[in-house]
């Protein structure tokens, strides 16, 4: 079953409620998380990128067999030697089934079930107990999603961001994924993508919107504006209830949704 539509603080940059304000209708949407996950889980894949070795890898040898009768393995081996090549069992051979390019990693969704997916996801961005569930931090008097008046959108200095979003009570979740970066494990160190970082506010503004500037220098915070809101970024890797702050002009943009 939908929600019923609830109604929200407007909050100054000082934190102070001005007046209460109505969400828009997608927030009243039901929560699925099934289709939240099947709609992240496309997303990564047609983000994909074709990948295999080169068709030669492992081939480069000069090789015959010696066939039967030598009490040895029947396998490849080098021309000028007696070590085994080419063979996926031999060290530095092929490999038996690599990857191929040609291989289609995307995965197709109906446009209706990844719009409902988006508005799903928005959805629980204003429910306090699945956002806490996903491990964000705020103090209880405060009201989901966050909403500023549009002065919020004109501040250009990380300063001013921080200090508007520590007025609401949001300042553990910015230490929370501050003090959360860690070093990955596995491989991927190796491979360009060293760190791993905890997401922390999604901060959706108008296109013109100048806190940009000063808000992409916090770790774990992400800007986008309502035209470029997505599953993903609502419920990165597939996890509904991102802490959401927005501003009154994208709140009002939504509500033409």
């Given at each position: 079953?939908?929600?019923?539509?609830?109604?929200?603080?407007?909050?100054?940059?000082?934190?102070?409620?001005?007046?209460?304000?109505?969400?828009?209708?997608?927030f009243a949407t039901e929560y699925r998380p099934d289709i939240i996950k099947r709609a992240v889980v496309a997303q990564q894949a047609n983000k994909r990128q074709p990948y295999?070795?080169?068709?030669?890898?492992?081939?480069?040898?000069?090789?015959?067999?010696?066939?039967?009768?030598?009490?040895?393995?029947?396998?490849?081996?080098?021309?000028?030697?007696?070590?085994?090549?080419?063979?996926?069992?031999?060290?530095?051979?092929?490999?038996?089934?690599?990857?191929?390019?040609?291989?289609?990693?995307?995965?197709?969704?109906?446009?209706?079930?990844?719009?409902?997916?988006?508005?799903?996801?928005?959805?629980?961005?204003?429910?306090?107990?699945?956002?806490?569930?996903?491990?964000?931090?705020?103090?209880?008097?405060?009201?989901?999603?966050v909403v500023f008046e549009d002065g919020f959108e004109s501040l250009t200095s990380t300063k001013g961001v921080i200090e508007a979003l520590d007025s609401v009570g949001l300042s553990d979740d910015l230490f929370r994924a501050k003090d959360g970066k860690h070093v990955r494990a596995g491989k991927g160190k190796m491979r360009g993508r060293r760190y791993r970082q905890p997401r922390s506010v999604l901060?959706?503004?108008?296109?013109?919107?100048?806190?940009?500037?000063?808000?992409?220098?916090?770790?774990?915070?992400?800007?986008?504006?309502?035209?470029?809101?997505?599953?993903?970024?609502l419920a990165p890797g597939g996890d509904a209830g991102r802490l959401t702050v927005f501003s009154q002009s994208a709140l009002q943009e939504i509500g033409e949704w």
């Open positions: 079953m939908a929600g019923k539509i609830r109604s929200v603080n407007l909050y100054s940059l000082k934190g102070e409620a001005r007046e209460s304000i109505a969400l828009p209708e997608a295999g070795p080169s068709k030669k890898a492992g081939m480069r040898h000069s090789v015959s067999t010696w066939g039967k009768g030598r009490g040895v393995s029947r396998v490849q081996r080098l021309s000028q030697g007696r070590k085994g090549a080419e063979s996926p069992n031999n060290v530095m051979g092929r490999r038996a089934h690599p990857p191929v390019p040609e291989r289609d990693w995307s995965k197709a969704m109906n446009t209706k079930e990844r719009r409902m997916a988006k508005l799903s996801a928005l959805a629980a961005s204003a429910n306090e107990d699945i956002v806490r569930a996903r491990g964000h931090c705020f103090e209880e008097n405060v009201t989901l999603p901060i959706v503004v108008s296109d013109q919107a100048q806190v940009g500037l000063g808000a992409k220098n916090i770790p774990g915070v992400e800007i986008t504006c309502p035209r470029r809101l997505n599953t993903w970024l």
